[in-house]
């Protein structure tokens, strides 16, 4: 009897009961054909499949496992605020330890609240800084994504570039409102020309503008310094609330987020992911000024009764304190560019136009000559070829993101010896484009 793929077997059956058989559509698949890898376990930069396949996880949980997968401190940590509950709905002095630990690493987060994931915290962020100005419109840039809901649902990236037609501009998701997303400006991310126009003919009206301060939802894209300083003169000119959604970067490129890297204060910041330590947990927050206006002080309402889950709280905590020990970041940001120098080797070596980028603990790599600096840059790299290389290197047991539209990331578990295996597949992978 011929083996059955267990992961084939487990895709058909999720099928039936969920949904395109995955509870987030980049999981699919879809864009790169093929089978997803359903997970049975993971320990520090890898994880088994259905199959009991092992891999070396570069998306590792999209960001969160910077720590690397069931590191033993966490672990511990979780165990043991599980033994006493696993939630209260009521407060905790682990929620205060997390806030005092998160205001003192970002200073521009002077006042935070918790929420259970990154769309709550932008959607929640949102909502302050409309209620905070009395003003409806938001910019948002193309290809940054920045949660699924509605007002923000417009020329989205992430999983959504698989499925919307990004040149028009209109809601990427079938059930949000044509009227909702008025109330959204789309411009290219890295154009200063083209917010200095929107804000000379609307800046009164504009409530907020939310930035990926370094992309990872369209590959992994850098900001301008100019740009930057365009949207942090132009917010502040014409009393515009600037918010940074650090839900992927915070903590990942940085100790103390993007914002540390690019000397911009944000009005709001926006984080998640690795603050959670790979559980359910998020945040928002920023000048006492504006989180001042949301209840139960102010009349812009947002609750929750997961909130500040105790043992969240404790994967988040026990994470950030691993994280802010000496040469942490150093390590991690050095491992991250060792890979990369290596991938662009490796493609060179094979006459493969290939180019790469990095910060922190998250990386891009694009098959083109340059990096990208804007969606529409992204698009014309070599699609096919990422399908191609993804395929081949899942075949060597290495996991890249299933999409060419995703930044990577590693982890302090990937060592030099994860980083030769990696590499060394890529090295036979480039050999077969």
């Not at 058989?21 to 890898?37: K, L």
Request: aromatic share 8%.
């Amino acid at each position: 009897m011929a083996n059955v793929d267990q992961n084939e077997a487990l895709f058909e059956r999720a099928q039936k009961t969920i949904p395109g058989g995955v509870n987030s559509p980049v999981r699919a698949f879809r864009q790169v054909g093929g089978t997803p890898r359903f997970v049975a376990k993971a320990k520090g930069p890898y994880f088994w499949d259905a199959n009991e396949k092992r891999y070396i996880d570069l998306i590792m949980s999209w960001g969160p496992m910077i720590v690397g997968h069931a590191n033993p401190e966490v672990v511990a940590a979780v165990q043991k605020a599980a033994e006493t509950s696993f939630s209260y709905g009521a407060p905790t002095e682990g929620e205060i330890e997390l806030a005092e630990r998160i205001c003192a690493l970002m200073p521009s987060v002077e006042q935070v609240r918790m929420v259970s994931s990154g769309t709550e915290a932008t959607m929640s962020a949102l909502r302050l800084a409309r209620g905070f100005t009395g003003r409806d419109l938001i910019i948002k840039f193309e290809g940054c994504y920045h949660g699924h809901a509605d007002s923000l649902l417009v020329k989205a990236g992430s999983g959504l570039l698989t499925f919307a037609d990004s040149t028009q501009n209109a809601p990427s998701s079938g059930g949000v409102p044509q009227d909702l997303v008025k109330h959204t400006l789309v411009l290219p991310y890295n154009d200063v020309a083209a917010i200095e126009e929107v804000f000379k003919k609307q800046g009164d009206q504009i409530a907020a503008v939310i930035i990926e301060p370094i992309a990872g939802n369209m590959n992994l894209i850098k900001p301008s310094k100019e740009f930057l300083t365009a949207i942090r003169s132009l917010t502040s000119k014409y009393g515009a609330v600037l918010i940074y959604d650090e839900v992927m970067t915070g903590f990942r490129v940085a100790l103390g987020g993007a914002q540390s890297l690019q000397g911009v204060t944000p009005d709001l910041t926006c984080l998640g992911k690795v603050m959670g330590g790979g559980m359910p947990m998020a945040a928002f927050g920023g000048k006492k000024e504006i989180m001042s206006k949301l209840a139960p002080l102010g009349n812009v309402y947002q609750a929750g009764t997961l909130s500040g889950n105790p043992v969240a709280v404790a994967a988040g905590l026990k994470t950030l304190e691993i994280i802010s020990r000496e040469g942490f970041y150093e390590c991690l940001t050095g491992q991250t560019e060792k890979l990369m120098a290596g991938l662009k080797a490796a493609a060179d070596r094979n006459n493969i136009p290939f180019a790469v980028d990095s910060e922190g603990g998250m990386f891009g790599f694009y098959f083109t000559n340059e990096v990208p600096t804007s969606f529409e840059a992204v698009t014309k790299s070599n699609i096919d070829a990422f399908k191609k290389f993804f395929h081949l290197m899942l075949d060597e047991g290495v996991y890249l993101a299933p999409s060419a539209y995703e930044a990577g990331f590693t982890s302090i578990a990937h060592d030099n010896a994860v980083l030769d295996e990696i590499i060394a597949a890529a090295e036979n992978s480039f050999k077969k484009l």
